[in-house]
């Protein structure tokens, strides 16, 4: 399989994740749902699941029309598990009701970028680094944050060094 197939698959692969918790939520109702039964039903990993809802949240909440989808109470679901209509026709909507953003007040959460802490070695940590191109790049372009413990303090990985995070002293 060449590069740009596999990048195209796993983008394929990366929507679908976000459909399938999408999916989910709005089955669950206005209840929500807690997040560890999500992960069991979708089989993803909790980091992955993390980026997933918040990735959803964030496009919801900086371009609603596009990316949200509407009112909660107009939604239908179509086929089953291949989308949502707002009312009885027009596009697919992709996102999170206007009702999970907002509280007619305020915003619920406010996105933020991933953190992910690993209690591993640096050497183990830095040859996953090394192997995959993708994790260089959201870690290079801050899309990810990756800390480590390391005795009495977090680490964290900014262009390929370590840094005491700051506030962490034990």
């Not at 983008?11 to 459909?19: H, W, Y």
């Not at 086929?79 to 949502?84: A, C, H, S, T």
Request: glycine content about 10%; aromatic content about 8%; overall charge negative.
């Amino acid at each position: 399989m060449e590069s740009n197939d596999a990048v195209i698959a796993l983008a394929a692969l990366a929507q679908g994740s976000r459909l399938s918790i999408f999916l989910l939520l709005v089955q669950q109702g206005v209840e929500g749902r807690v997040v560890g039964k999500i992960t069991e039903a979708t089989e993803l990993a909790p980091a992955t699941l993390s980026f997933h809802l918040n990735w959803q949240y964030h496009a919801s909440t900086c371009d609603p029309l596009r990316f949200g989808s509407g009112n909660k109470v107009l939604h239908n679901v179509v086929g089953g598990n291949l989308g949502i209509f707002e009312g009885n026709g027009g596009d697919l909507r992709i996102g999170l009701s206007r009702q999970s953003l907002h509280d007619g007040k305020r915003w619920m959460h406010e996105p933020l970028r991933l953190t992910v802490i690993i209690d591993a070695p640096q050497q183990a940590i830095e040859s996953v680094i090394d192997k995959h191109e993708v994790i260089q790049q959201l870690l290079d372009h801050n899309w990810l944050f990756l800390w480590r413990f390391d005795q009495s303090q977090l680490l964290g990985y900014q262009q390929g060094q370590w840094h005491p995070v700051l506030g962490t002293d034990a």
